[in-house]
């Protein structure tokens, strides 16, 4: 029995396995640590391709190109279609008022058909136009006053009166060579075509015709209006012409700009020491008035003269007459 003793040997014999014990985590460790890289990398690897996924979406925008390339399947089908009433005006046969007019009554035919309000037609289509529309075109007046100071051609504005309510019996020229007679229906819809401010007197136009209406202050007129200009610069009244410089004179003619915009080029002369003559394509708000002040002009009278090849003439101040059948602007 004293041979027992010598157990302590066992403990080191534990402490042996306790030793390995840690030693198989550390190699396992290396591995378990060598793969999750390994997993790691390959898992976001497949998320990769998912990117590409919209790839196949980008032919899509071109799927809306063949459906709005097919109308060159058939390009004449809208090619260059305008309204009906535009096209009339642009051919000349009346306004566009009086074109949606004469379709609304059914006067206006396009190819044969009976056309409608709003209607679209191309360039070459034919358009027939009935005789009673002729006939109420034929019964349409224009007038030319001889436009007094103190009245405004357009409509009534700060108490004035306007122009057309000179328009009488009374006050139509005994020197007017035209065969027509004044109606009250002759009143409706007449219209004066470009300004002629309260200052200023002279030849206005005063129309129910459309078509005369475009010709003189469309966009596309190019019917030139002429004016006498009576001036000062600065305190000299008399011989103007002398104190005025050349360079003034070369702006009033090309240079000038009102409202933000270059005016187009204009003749302006000297009819006489103390008065320019204009001629211009355009007309603008109080125009001649505000060029002058440009150059340092004082405008102290403006005449219009002409308008077009129809002259003032002989018309008294305050009076009236018809547009002759054998006259044109």
């Given at each position: ?151 405004v051609s357009g409509q009534a504005e700060d108490g004035h009166t306007p122009a057309v309510a000179l328009i009488d019996q009374r006050s139509h020229w005994k020197g007017d060579a035209s065969r ?150």
């Amino acid at each position: 029995m004293p041979e027992q003793p010598p157990r302590s040997p066992t403990p080191p014999a534990r402490q042996r396995l306790v030793l390995r014990k840690p030693a198989p985590p550390a190699q396992s460790a290396a591995p378990s640590a060598a793969r999750p890289p390994a997993q790691r990398a390959a898992r976001p690897a497949a998320p990769a391709p998912r990117p590409a996924a919209p790839r196949p979406a980008v032919p899509r925008p071109a799927v809306p190109r063949p459906a709005a390339a097919t109308p060159q399947a058939h390009p004449d089908a809208d090619a260059g279609l305008v309204r009906l009433n535009k096209r009339m005006a642009e051919l000349g046969l009346c306004s566009r008022r009086e074109a949606d007019d004469w379709i609304a009554r059914g006067w206006v035919r396009v190819d044969g058909q009976v056309a409608a309000m709003g209607q679209q037609v191309a360039p070459h289509a034919r358009i027939d136009v009935d005789r009673a529309a002729r006939g109420q075109q034929q019964q349409q007046v224009t007038i030319l006053l001889h436009k007094p100071m103190g009245y405004v051609s357009g409509q009534a504005e700060d108490g004035h009166t306007p122009a057309v309510a000179l328009i009488d019996q009374r006050s139509h020229w005994k020197g007017d060579a035209s065969r027509q007679r004044f109606a009250p229906s002759q009143l409706k819809g007449l219209a004066p075509c470009g300004r002629l401010d309260i200052d200023s007197v002279g030849l206005l136009v005063l129309t129910q015709d459309g078509r005369v209406a475009r010709q003189l202050i469309g966009e596309d007129s190019t019917v030139d209006k002429e004016y006498l200009v009576r001036v000062q610069y600065g305190d000299v009244a008399a011989d103007v012409q002398s104190a005025f410089p050349r360079e003034g004179l070369a702006r009033l003619r090309h240079g000038l700009s009102l409202d933000g915009q270059a005016l187009k080029p204009a003749q302006v002369d000297w009819q006489n020491p103390e008065q320019l003559r204009f001629v211009l394509r355009e007309g603008k708000k109080r125009q001649i008035r505000r060029m002058c002040e440009l150059v340092g002009l004082k405008v102290v009278g403006l005449k219009r003269i002409r308008i077009g090849r129809v002259t003032l003439g002989q018309l008294p101040a305050g009076q009236w007459r018809y547009l002759g059948p054998d006259e044109s602007f």
